[in-house]
């Protein structure tokens, strides 16, 4: 089993910042792909950002040039700083990682999920 434990979510008037951060545990023998996804109500769920092993980046076309993207491999971490806000990037946003897990002698590939965390931007 792979975990994703998010945190740095919350309230921020528009034109702020904020900076996520998402860390993953278990079963892992490779991380390959980390990325960002957000929700907002009545909305489905979208991409927001990925970062692969290498650090080959890829942003929704809303976020290109506010938000970055980034990880610390030896921390099996990944960032998310968002800079000048707007109300319209308020939304539960969710870390995902993809890879290969090894678990009672076997490898297998994994696609997990964290809880998620609120992030509100006010006007």
């Known amino acids: 089993q792979v975990q994703l434990v998010e945190s740095g979510g919350g309230l921020v008037q528009a034109g702020g910042s904020l900076r996520l951060s998402c860390t993953a545990s278990g079963d892992i023998f490779s991380l390959n792909v980390m990325g960002w996804y957000r929700q907002a109500p009545g909305k489905q769920r979208e991409l927001v950002a990925h970062i692969t092993k290498g650090s080959i980046t890829n942003y929704a076309g809303s976020v290109k040039g506010r938000f970055t993207i980034s990880r610390d491999n030896a921390k099996n971490t990944v960032y998310l700083q968002m800079n000048s806000l707007r109300r319209e990037d308020t939304a539960v946003y969710y870390c995902?990682?993809?890879?290969?897990?090894?678990?009672?002698?076997?490898?297998?590939?994994?696609?997990?999920w964290g809880q998620g965390t609120q992030v509100t931007v006010s006007s």
């Open positions: 995902n990682a993809k890879g290969t897990q090894f678990a009672s002698g076997y490898y297998s590939n994994f696609d997990s």
